[in-house]
């Protein structure tokens, strides 16, 4: 697992956001975090920041299209 700390002078939330993050904490699979640092890696983000882009631009709506039955996404 790739771990990406970003030191508190470069963090965008509060100009970006206009609100402060706080720490959570969630469990998912090694596939998922994988394919999180893969992006992380490639657009030179923290894995928070990430999945905050993630559900910002439509990832709660595109979890919700999950089928648990099949294992993928539908349209």
Do not use: H
Request: aromatic share 6%; charged share 35%; with cysteine.
């Amino acid at each position: 697992m790739l771990i990406t700390l970003v030191p508190k002078t470069e963090r965008p939330e509060e100009w970006i956001y206009n609100e402060k993050k706080y720490a959570k904490q969630f469990m998912i699979t090694e596939t998922a975090s994988s394919m999180i640092d893969e992006v992380a890696k490639k657009l030179k983000l923290s894995r928070s920041e990430v999945l905050e882009r993630a559900i910002r631009c439509g990832g709660i709506e595109s979890a919700e299209k999950f089928n648990p039955d099949t294992g993928k996404c539908c349209s």
